[in-house]
């Protein structure tokens, strides 16, 4: 059966006319059941074909004092110092971290997660390709296995996240260069596909854009693991009315479209001013310097593993935490007179 389509401990409750709380249990073996109700829930798991999930049932099975933590990758330096704010407070409170990464492979995520819960981790801190539709998400509600989104923002109140406001930053990188004179502008983001963060942070970059009565943006989408190749770039910046100004995604995207726009002849800042979002530190050693929107990692990752051990203990509530996020400047960025 389609993953999609797969019955849920809900759907086995209704059924039944019980409690998801009464199918747990008949499901563990635990507490004690009316023979009559057992076999109404075994019924219902027989008609419907629920297979039950390994996710939940492992982590009641036995708990160890560890957690497991789920990136898209560990090769972008934001996702590597967000674990080690984690690490840091997991270390500080006894606790140990085990991690993995989903390549930004929405299929990766279910089996990771999986593996995660295999070795009996008391929660988890979790970053998915897409908050809203999320199978990986639905399961561990279904299975009530505490979790922190963690970079992910979402409109559900249930579920916890620690996150900057995304299209806020977009925003914000957009009336930074319209603050410099730049009026023609474009974006440079990862395929949308593999991140809800990219896509917020388009959503306000085009907002401010609009509002300030300017052309719509272009768009340059780019695969995350792929080179940005020279004809990604060239189709909107070798002509006569190129963007003079643009907003990356994350700051690894703006360091290969500053090498990609150099071989296409073009210099930041003097030809295209480039803004990057994240506030990696490499971002800072190279020439021109990176302007970039920071995002607070290594402090979000200290909050997140705060509020997930608040969660395992019944001690919080859900909630959704906005971490601030600032403007570094940088020499990539200039005034548009000087590109004129």
């Given at each position: 059966?389609?993953?999609?389509?797969?019955?849920?401990?809900?759907?086995?409750?209704?059924?039944?006319?019980?409690?998801?709380?009464?199918?747990?249990?008949?499901?563990?073996?635990?507490?004690?059941?009316?023979?009559?109700?057992?076999?109404?829930?075994?019924?219902?798991?027989?008609?419907?074909?629920?297979?039950?999930?390994?996710?939940?049932?492992?982590?009641?099975?036995?708990?160890?004092?560890?957690?497991?933590?789920?990136?898209?990758?560990?090769?972008?330096?934001?996702?590597?110092?967000?674990?080690?704010?984690?690490?840091?407070?997991?270390?500080?409170?006894?606790?140990?971290?085990?991690?993995?990464?989903?390549?930004?492979?929405?299929?990766?995520e279910q089996t990771a997660v999986e593996g995660l819960l295999s070795?009996?981790?008391?929660?988890?801190?979790?970053?998915?390709?897409?908050?809203?539709?999320?199978?990986?998400?639905?399961?561990?509600?279904?299975?009530?296995?505490?979790?922190?989104?963690?970079?992910?923002?979402?409109?559900?109140?249930?579920?916890?996240?620690?996150?900057?406001?995304?299209?806020?930053?977009?925003?914000?990188?957009?009336?930074?260069?319209?603050?410099?004179?730049?009026?023609?502008?474009?974006?440079?983001?990862?395929?949308?596909?593999?991140?809800?963060r990219s896509r917020s942070r388009h959503a306000g970059f085009t907002?401010?854009?609009?509002?300030?009565?300017?052309?719509?943006?272009?768009?340059?989408?780019?695969?995350?693991?792929?080179?940005?190749?020279?004809?990604?770039?060239?189709?909107?910046?070798?002509?006569?009315?190129?963007?003079?100004?643009?907003?990356?995604?994350?700051?690894?995207?703006?360091?290969?479209?500053?090498?990609?726009?150099?071989?296409?002849?073009?210099?930041?800042?003097?030809?295209?001013?480039?803004?990057?979002?994240?506030?990696?530190?490499?971002?800072?050693?190279?020439?021109?310097?990176?302007?970039?929107?920071?995002q607070p990692s290594r402090e979000m990752g200290r909050q997140a593993?705060?509020?997930?051990?608040?969660?395992?203990?019944?001690?919080?509530?859900?909630?959704?935490?906005?971490?601030?996020?600032?403007?570094?400047?940088?020499?990539?960025?200039?005034?548009?007179?000087?590109?004129?």
């Open positions: 059966m389609n993953v999609l389509q797969r019955p849920t401990l809900h759907d086995v409750a209704a059924r039944a006319g019980v409690s998801i709380a009464t199918v747990s249990r008949v499901l563990n073996g635990t507490g004690i059941i009316r023979p009559a109700t057992e076999a109404k829930v075994r019924e219902a798991i027989r008609q419907l074909g629920f297979r039950p999930n390994r996710m939940g049932r492992d982590l009641r099975m036995g708990q160890s004092r560890s957690i497991g933590v789920l990136l898209p990758t560990l090769a972008n330096p934001i996702f590597a110092d967000s674990v080690a704010g984690i690490q840091e407070a997991a270390r500080n409170a006894g606790w140990t971290v085990l991690i993995t990464s989903s390549d930004y492979d929405t299929g990766h070795e009996r981790v008391a929660g988890l801190i979790i970053t998915v390709t897409n908050a809203d539709t999320s199978q990986v998400l639905n399961s561990l509600d279904n299975e009530l296995v505490p979790y922190v989104l963690f970079h992910n923002e979402t409109g559900n109140p249930a579920r916890s996240c620690v996150a900057v406001d995304n299209a806020r930053a977009g925003y914000d990188a957009a009336q930074t260069l319209i603050s410099h004179g730049h009026q023609r502008l474009g974006m440079v983001a990862g395929q949308f596909a593999a991140s809800d907002v401010a854009v609009r509002a300030a009565g300017l052309p719509q943006p272009d768009l340059i989408e780019i695969d995350f693991n792929s080179d940005i190749a020279c004809g990604a770039l060239r189709a909107a910046f070798l002509t006569p009315l190129r963007p003079t100004g643009i907003f990356c995604s994350n700051d690894l995207l703006a360091l290969r479209t500053i090498a990609g726009l150099r071989e296409l002849g073009l210099a930041v800042p003097y030809d295209v001013s480039v803004i990057g979002m994240d506030g990696i530190n490499v971002g800072q050693l190279i020439a021109p310097s990176l302007a970039s929107i920071v593993f705060a509020h997930l051990l608040a969660r395992i203990a019944g001690d919080a509530e859900p909630e959704q935490i906005r971490v601030p996020h600032s403007y570094r400047p940088g020499q990539s960025l200039s005034a548009a007179k000087l590109q004129e």
